[in-house]
Structures are given as C-alpha cells and as structure tokens.
C-alpha cells in the first residue's frame, strides 16, 4: 500500500487541547501529498493543558517519551514551540525527532541574517531564548515581542491581527529581516505578521517541511542504491 | 491545471555542466508529489564549467540574475553549495531566493547543537566558511574536511565511498553531531556519510524542503481566509 | 533562638538517594557555623534514582517544586550537576534558587579565565553544555572529559583516585586554568583532582558558599538600616 | 587556637583610604563566625587616594604586591571593583587572589541569564567592561548605569538612594535579571537598589564568600582524608 | 632608479568614475614619499559607474582580477569600502592585496574598541556588515548610520558636511568611541566627522597606511640580511 | 622647517633596555621619509629592565605617563608587545596613543581571517590573549606558540631561527593566515617566520605604519580645506 510505503510523520501535540492539535493539522495540511510521508497530528491527553510555565514544559516530557514509544513513526515532531522535552525524547527512539521553534528559527536563518520572534505571552522568552542559545544564534535575534493578548482576543479569528501586525512593524524596525511567529496557534495570522514585507515563517510548517527532509533524505541511499 | 495551481520551484545550477544538473534534479526527485510545487531544475549555459575559485563564483552572479529575471517562479533555489549570487539575486526578484549551503546548515541545526561539513576540494572551505560566519554559527562547525580526491574518483559511482567514510567518521570523532555535505554532487553517497549513524544532511535536499516551505507557508494566509 | 535567627538554606537532592544526599551533607559540612544560615540536605523520595538521562532530569522538576513549596527556608539549592527543573522551581517561590553546577562554573570564573570539566559519564556532557550556553560561557570550557568508570569502581573510596587525576591533567594539558567537577559525588577526591596545581571547585561547596550569599546579601539591608 | 585553625583571608583595599576600608569591613561582617576563616580588612597607606583613573589603577598594583608577600593569609581578596593588579598578585603568592568585581559577576551569573552594573562614575566603565571581556561575559551586560553624583551625595547615607533605585530600575527595564553594585562603597545601598525585584550581588559579600569558598574547598581533601 | 627601487602600490577603483579615482588619489596623497613606494590610482573603465549592488559588487570582480593580471605592483588596494572581488584578486596574485573597508576597520580597532561607520546610502550596510563578520567583529559595531543624501548635496564640497557631523554625534552617543568613513568619497569630510572628538578613520588613508606596511614589511628580510 | 612641519612620532620602549630601543629603531627606519612625520624612538631609565611579569607591565604605566607629559609628540607608540598603559597613557594626552600588538594583530585582519602568534616566552600569553579580548578577536587566533629560548639564543642573530621557522610552520597547520611576532625584538627573523609564506606581521613596523595613519589621517580636514 502506498501509504505504509511512503511512511508516516507523527506530529505530538504535547499538551492536552483538541484545538491546539486542530490548529496544527489544518497549517500542515498543505504539505500532504500523495506519494509523499504522510503527517499524522496527535495530542497527549497526559500532558499538561497548555504549556505555559517551565513545570508545564517538564511535564510534557515523560507522556511525550511514552508517546514515542508506543507510537511507531518514521519521524518525530513536538508540536510546540518551546521544543518540550527534545533531548529526551531523541533518546527514546533511533528516528529523528524535530522541536517546532528550532525548525522555525532554521527556516528564518535560509532566509535572513536576522530575524524576530512574535510570541504568544512574555511567559514564553526565556525558554526560546534558551534554544536559541542551544543553536548558537541568541545574537542574531533583533528582538523578541510578545502579544500578551487576553484569551479571547488571541483565540477570535480576527481581533489579533492589528496587535499582530504591529509587533511584526515593530521586528522590522528593530532589525528584524525575517519574522518567526513564536507560538503554534498562530497559523492563522501570517498575513497580518507578513504585513511589513518580510518573510514570516509558521512554526508548524517549518518542522513539517524539516520532518519531510528528515524522512525522505533519509531513504536517499536506497534510492541511490 | 493542478500543476500550474500547485507552482513552480526553480532550481538553478549556476554552472554550465549537464551531468551536475541532472545529479541535482535525481537528488531533489523524490519531493515531487502531485499537489505540491514542481521542482524545476535548469543550469546556466553562460555560467562557469563548475565554481571551483572566487572568480567562478563572482562570475556565476549576473547569469544567475538574467535567468531569475528571464523565469517566472514562485521560489528559486542556487544549485551550488557556495551559494553564488545570493544577495543579488535576492534583489531581482520579490520571491524567495534560497542558497543550498545556507538550507543544509539549517537543516543541520534542526537536528544538532554541532556540524561538520565533507567538502569537495579544500578549496571550497573559505567561501563555506563565510557563509556560517553571515548565519553566525561559525563556532558550531565542528569540522570541515575536504575529500580532496582526482576527478576520476569522485564521479565514480562507488570509489569515493571509503574515503567519505572515514571523512564521516573523523568528523563524528571531532565532535560533530551531524554531517552536512558540501557539495551538491555527492547526493548518491548519503550512504557512507552516514555510517557513524549520525544525520546526514544533503544539501539539494535540504534546499527541496527549504523551497517547498518558502512557497506554501507564503500561500497560507489565502488557505486560512 | 539563634539557629531560626540564622535561617536556613534548603539543598534538595533531587534524586531517591540517600549516599549521594550523605555526601552533600558532608562536603558542606565545612559552611556551617554558629550564627550563620544551617544548611540543610534533603533529598526526593519520589524523584528518580539517579539522573542519568534527560528524563530522569525532566522527572525531577516536579518533586523539587513541590518539596520547595512544602519546606520553608531562605534560599535553596538544587543538589545535582545538571540543575534540573532550576527554572520552575524558580516560579514557585521568590526566595533565592541556586544550580550547583551554575554554582561551581561561576566559582571557576573567578578563579582563572578558562576552565576544564570532570563529568561523571559521558551522558551528562550534553546537559551541562547546556548549562554553559545559558551562561554564556561555551568557549571558556577548555574541555570536558568524562570518567566512565564502572560503578563499583567510582564508589571506591581510593580505586577512581588515578583516573582523576589522570582527566586532571588531561584539562591541564587543554588548557584549563580550573578545574570543575562535574558531578556532586566526587567531593572526597578533590586530592587527585589538584594534583596538576590548578585550583578545583566541587559543586556542593560552591553551591553552599552561593546560598550563603544569597542569604546575608539579601538581610544587607537590614543591618544598615 | 581556633582562629589560628580556622585561617585568615585578607582583604587589601588597594587604596590609602580608611572610610572605604571600614566600610569594606562593615559589608563583610556577617560572614564572620567561629570556626570559619577570619576575614581581615587592610589597606594601602602607600596606595593612591582612590582607585578612579586607569593611571591609579596600576599604581595600585606594586603595593598591593608587597602587602601580598609581607602578609600570610589563607587568600587574599583585592578590595577594589575594578580588580587591580590582579594577575601581578596572582604571581607572587600560591594562595588564592581574588577580585571583587569578578566575584559580584560570576555571583549574578548564580542568580541570572543577564545582569545590569550600577557604577559610581562613567569613569570607571571601562576597566569593568575589561574584566567582563576577560570572563568573556560582556554580552551578558544588560547595560552599565553610572550614579555619577557629587562627592557629598555619594557620601551622605540617604542621599543617593534615589539615583540608585532609580539606576536600579532602568537596568531592569533594559533587561538586567539581576543587579551587581559596580562599586565597593554601595554596600549600605543594596536596599534601594533591590527595589525593582531582582537580586542584588554586593561585591565585598560577594567576594567575601568566594574566598571563604577558596579556603574552605582547599581544605576538603584533608577533611576527606 | 629610485621610484623603481622604491616599488609601486596600484590602488585600483574597481568602477568607472575618474572623479571617485581623482578622489582616492586627493587622499593618499599626503603617505607620497621619496624613497617610499609610489601609489598609484587607476580605475575600470569596463567596471560598473558605482558599486551601489549587490550585482555591481560581482561585476566588479572580473576587471578587477584582469587588471591586477596587467599590471605589476607590489601590493594592490582595491579602492571601494565594499572589498569588491578581495579574495578573487588574492588568488591571481602572490603580492598583497588589501580591501579599504577592512583596512578602515582595523585602523579603527587599533584607536579604540567600538566604533560606528557613516556610510554613503542604507544599499551598502549589508555588504559591510558581512565584512565585519569575516573579520569577527561585528559586535564592535556601535551603530551604522548612512547618510542617504541626495547624490547633489553628497558631490558638493560644503552641503553634506552638516549630515556628516550630525551622524557622528549619534554614532558617539551609541558608544562608538571611533568614526569609520564607509565611504571613500568621503575624504574631504574629515572635519565634520570629527566634530565629537573621536578619532576618524578615513577609508582611502588606512589602506594607504596599510599597503606601505605590507611592502615595507616583506622588505624587511632583506635589509635584515 | 620641513622636519618641524611634518611632526614626530615618538615611539617609547616602556623598558629600560638600550638594545630593544635600538633594535626598534632599526625595525621602522624603512617608514622614514622626507615630508613625513619623524618617528623618534626613546626608552624610559626609570621602567623595568623588560617586561616579563604582570608585575613590570603594570610598573611601565606611571614612568610611560610622565613621558607623554614631558614629551611633546603629535602620536605615541607604545613600544612594547603587551601594550602597557595604553589607557592610563590616553588619558594624559589628547593625541593618538597605539599599542604594537593591537596594530599588529589590526594588521593581521587586513591580511587574512585567522591569525597566529609568535611569543617570546609562555609568559607573555596570558597578557596578549587580554588584548585579543579587548578588541574582540581571541577567536580568531589560531595558535599561539611561544619560543621560549634561552636568552644566548634569543640574542643571537641567527640561531633562534630555525625554532622561529618551526613556530611558523605550526600556526600555518593550524589554520593561521598570517602570522603576529609577538615580540618586539623579533624585526630581524621576519625571514624564517614568512618561511611558510604567509604574511608576515612585525609590530614595530604596524605600530608606525598606524602611526602615521593617525598623523596625517588627523591633518586631512586642513589639506580638504
């Protein structure tokens, strides 16, 4: 069967929301294609309800190990921009295993020199910049702004977008060469981010494009065989 | 048409060399999906016979220009790993340019704090370097090793392969916690790079995902409307 | 009462062991005096039993924010060489929190401008370097050079004395002007470890000395009222 | 005798001023206690009247020499933030030297990520900047604040708390996690500069408690013996 | 002959302008010195008008590497603040060749530790910073401020001067404690840029300085002898 | 008279050695030139007989001062390889003061990416490595090898060449691009140390070379005028 053949990626949502994990199918779903790995989205009812604090983001871990374990894939993605739990559970398993804010400040780095981080709550920089240290390019962030928004703005299909579009003006000005949106809900919301004319990149899609690579690059010596 | 819906991917060789051409089009093959953005893969007639000095890279830069301008395309990709003519053809054109040695640094970043490189020739390292020095991660190049072979060895089909072996294993020893390869010839030899089990990243690869990213995270917002 | 006076200062091992929570309290032991904060050694029934992996370092977070919201004191100490769940269990309390191994690094620095690392096993270098990135001082470590030793060997007494000082000189040798040891139960072996003549900095002792600062810096105020 | 037992760390005040060295004792006292080294607090009548040019900052470093090599002690801690003579004592003894600026730094880096320097005057920015640079720490400055205020404010014990809690402020809007008083003469300040929140690292304390660190440490492997 | 003993250094202008090049020659002409070697200034005729791309900036290489082909020298400068084919032209020749912006920046580190650049138009702050990063110090730059003037008032002798001056008093209040002129028409503005006192570095004169070095210096065998 | 028109230079070696002087003298005779500024070399009775130890670096300072104040001078050279009293000495003055390792290892950066240095004796090290973090560059040194020769051989004009050669050679192999000579005294070896032809860089002679930058770099506003 095709599909068996062409594998499967396993995003894990690690938290424990159905929109959330809705929100991450709908911004992969432009990269299913027949032929191609197929991107399963998954959630951990575990897990914490969202990640929002460094104990929520160590609790993820341990549901998001077992996940791995229990859950046969040919890759790997953890679906949330604070890359909960990434070393642990790269090893878990012998297949790669991808966190969304690496992939998506590695896409910003294709694209640009420097770049900007849109974040959901000011609760979430320390953690991004800690990956940023882990990658080496903490230098080369012009600068990291949250929206700090209530709840009910931020989940409205429309009420975002002017706080949206004046955080990415105010990346631009800054600096910013490249626009990361720093939180996995905002899928919705390129077009306001990508208003001032930079590059915006989802988080989603950036670690469904590197999950992509990640399998098929990885079949290349069969192919070359 | 799904096909002209789905756009088009330029890859451009900036050399004038078939056989180099045709290499990058079988390594990038297996990212073609229907649905998905074709991936085209032209050369440069009036281009260098390969970018082998600085004079060959300076020299790819206008051609490469006059084709962006002469092709429509929703992406470009510079099919060399010195990613000749980056910044200005970046200013010919309002679609994403993307250079494949910046795309398989970032790939190997997504999964690993440190990278080596297989180079072709040692005199590859220099242009090389400077680009990690513009993506500011120079420090995490753990090594840059050249393969270093005659010409009748490395178009080979199978006798290069020990010596990217031990160029694999050398560089895993050196701290390296995956391999990029860089040059976009040795897409066939994935194989023996990856023999100390670490990931390997090849770059037109790499550049496949990076483009694929690039044109249908900028499509996203029409999907959310 | 002179001691509730003196406070406390709190060292959770965050591990289920109560030899290795011993050994903290003896290497401290040399910190206590009259007048001055007690230090106090606990340690985490329910935490793992050793942190070996990242999941174990995950699993700890919980039970340290809960003993740190269950036990008063004035400043508290994280008892292992990974600081596990540091930043968490900075949120759930504002008195001051302290990472042995971000302790003993910072010990280092002022001594000497370069430093060198014993780690107990190779599996904790990644968590560590971690560490170093968050402190911004990567390119300070001159190496890191693990013992790997079998078990029965390391909780000799004597038997680990020669390959100490053996990765002593190792360090030396790289370049280090300190050395640091890289895990909370080589306090008895800060013999073999000086012998090149660098200064050596065990992490419970730095640890102790930091909360001890922690502590009286923060009634400064207080006694110049 | 205990004290005798217990040892001596010596504190020189590299200048010829005894308000500043009663003061450096003052800051110190609570790290006193029976058992523990004693902490002595000298100064140089043979050394400039302060420490403000880079002309007095050498000119501390012959006497600061000579006190070292006429005075036994179990370490000795330069009483000065701007760390004179350092490497030069260093040489002439195999006893601990310690800098207090060092120490305040490698201090909040125990407490913070990133830490701002409230200086006395502009004056004396570079030589801190110097000593960060050696640590290799100077982008961890979130910003160097001077008081820059006459003689008689500095001096009075209300006066300057505005300007300082007003620095301290300013420091933590521009990102500082932490405070590090850039002068030995602020210890009775450390109240008003704790006003946003963050810790403050007093440099004697601070270097009071990495030469008790110093001398106790050395100690253990007799203790384990 | 004396001219001949002395040597010959060719500062090429790798564009077409005779002003620019009449220009270059006004400023070197203060280092023409009997018995030292001669500078020569020479232009491109079949270079681009100005180097304002990033593909005037390619283009350049070509003619540049012919004419250093052509024409004996004993070290080249190439006369643009963009280092245009640098390491292109190193590899034609055995003789020095020196690139003004990096000779403009090193002159500058050796006045003081941060400096700012004025550069002529927004267009050339990329290819400067990329320069500053393969030199390995862009973190030294305070600020770079382009002038961004109309190309009538920048061709007047008087009309820039007061944008100039203004540039340099905000380079000096964001800590540039150097003004680099990233223009090398720039000559005859000296005096404005130094309007803040700091030390000025004028594009042309450091590589003038920088040429004589290289010549004089590889003499020095000889005189030795 | 031309000579009073042209200005001097004065080049003071902070020792008291009469051979070193001269020896300096010898290494910039070649920049002398009619019509430029003289560059005088003098010596200090009352400085240390050489400046081994951090000891006599910090005892060069005051003697330096009071030379600068008594001498009239339209720029100072420091001339000695550990650049003592650079900023005590700027502060005297308000003419440019250099330091010959920061306008050596300056030089260095217009000739290659990577440098490598050639001490005297490992004592030297610590306080060049000081000056590479002072203008943000210990990156990018390659090695630094020290000769430590005994003192017969050193003086000797031929012996210390074939170890100087040797040095030469290691950096090259470990990636230097050009080489410092760490070492004042080093002018007549500039032959052996260019043996593996790189670039060779001999701080007397870029310390008159930034000279006369400063010089006539500083008189241009009056020739524009």
Redesign the interface.
């Known amino acids: 069967m095709l599909m068996s053949m062409a594998g499967r990626i396993l995003i894990i949502n690690p938290n424990a929301s159905r929109a959330c994990t809705e929100g991450i199918a709908?911004?992969v779903?432009?990269?299913a294609?027949?032929?191609?790995p197929r991107l399963d989205v998954t959630f951990l009812p575990e897990g914490p309800p969202a990640i929002v604090?460094?104990?929520d983001?160590?609790?993820a871990?341990?549901p998001l190990?077992r996940a791995i374990e229990r859950e046969a894939a040919e890759a790997y993605v953890i679906g949330c921009v604070s890359d909960p739990?990434l070393?642990?559970a790269r090893?878990?398993t012998d297949r790669?295993v991808?966190?969304m804010f690496?992939?998506a400040?590695?896409?910003a780095?294709?694209?640009a020199?420097r770049f900007g981080v849109i974040g959901f709550t000011h609760r979430s920089e320390?953690r991004q910049?800690?990956i940023l240290?882990?990658?080496?390019?903490e230098?080369?962030l012009a600068a990291w702004i949250p929206l700090d928004l209530p709840m009910e703005v931020l989940t409205d299909p429309v009420a975002p977008q002017p706080r949206i579009a004046e955080a990415a003006r105010a990346l631009a000005e800054r600096g910013a060469e490249a626009i990361v949106l720093g939180c996995a809900g905002l899928?919705?919301?390129?077009?306001p981010a990508?208003e001032p004319g930079l590059?915006?990149?989802?988080p989603c899609?950036?670690a469904?494009?590197?999950a992509?690579?990640?399998v098929?690059?990885?079949?290349?010596?069969v192919?070359?065989?």
């Open positions: 709908e911004a779903a432009p990269f294609a027949p032929g191609l604090t460094w104990r983001w160590h609790a871990a341990e190990c739990g070393e642990a090893a878990v790669p991808l966190g690496r992939c400040v590695a896409a780095m294709t694209r020199e320390a910049r800690r240290q882990a990658m080496g390019v230098q080369r899928a919705r919301h390129v077009g990508a590059p915006v990149i989802e899609q950036a469904a494009a590197a992509l690579l990640a098929l690059g990885a079949r290349a010596p192919l070359a065989a």
